[in-house]
């Protein structure tokens, strides 16, 4: 069964540390602008991916797909709408961020049910 309360959990707990990670990149002033994005994009998709199975045991995957799709359209809803960033005037460049985001957090969420949650039902059983 899904559990759209962990969902939801999950992607708030992504987000926070999003902006906790942002928020020490900036006080730190680390240059390099593409190297930030593109750690930041990795830590957020692998969060999720982290983070969705442990909330949604039954449905891991549904939900690390799902957590991905809904972190990449709320990057999406607050550039176009808050920074005024016209991304979605690409339509391929959409379908690569997506394609990529849901990748890297179906991999995360894989290596996380296999190992850790596996690990952790063989020692409670």
């Known amino acids: 069964m899904f559990n759209f309360k962990g969902l939801i ?3 708030g707990i992504v ?4 902006i906790l990670f942002s928020f020490f990149i900036g006080f730190f002033n ?3 602008i593409p190297i930030i994005i593109l750690v930041q994009f990795f830590i957020t998709n692998a969060l ?4 969705a199975p442990f909330k949604n045991i039954q449905t ?13 359209v709320i990057n999406y809803v607050v550039a176009y709408f808050i920074f005024n960033i016209y991304v979605l005037a690409n339509p391929a460049q959409i379908s690569n961020n997506l394609l ?9 969420a894989l290596f996380s049910k296999e190992f ?10």
């Open 60 to 72: 891991p995957y549904t939900a690390a797909f799902l957590g991905s799709i809904t972190l990449t």
């Open 15 to 18: 987000l926070l540390i999003t």
């Open 9 to 11: 959990q999950s992607v």
């Open 100 to 108: 990529l985001s849901t990748s890297v957090a179906l991999i995360t």
């Open 30 to 32: 680390i240059g390099s």
């Open 116 to 125: 850790i949650i596996g690990k952790l039902r063989k020692d409670y059983v």
């Open 48 to 51: 999720i991916g982290l983070l």
